[in-house]
């Protein structure tokens, strides 16, 4: 999992690189309360797939960590997490 953006803009990608996941990511925030828009092949390169999330003023502190804890969760039930091992 990668987190790149602009550090002006309110949209924030998140790579997920796993074509198949990106619905499954879809549903599984949809279902935590969690607006997700993702995106993938044919509008980015096959493993490009991504999501966006959009914040706004109306997001505060709480909202922020509430949320980044929910996707937390969806990348863990989807295998998204990648851990360092003992290989590097």
């Not at 706004?56 to 929910?70: I, M, P, R, Y």
């Amino acid at each position: 999992m990668s987190v790149l953006g602009e550090e002006d803009s309110p949209v924030v990608p998140m790579m997920l690189f796993h074509p198949t996941k990106i619905a499954a990511f879809s549903r599984e925030c949809y279902a935590r309360g969690i607006a997700a828009v993702v995106v993938g092949f044919p509008a980015v390169p096959l493993y490009g797939a991504r999501v966006r999330f959009c914040i706004s003023a109306g997001h505060d502190k709480e909202d922020l960590k509430q949320a980044v804890k929910k996707i937390k969760e969806v990348c863990k039930v989807l295998n998204l997490r990648y851990e360092k091992s003992i290989f590097g």
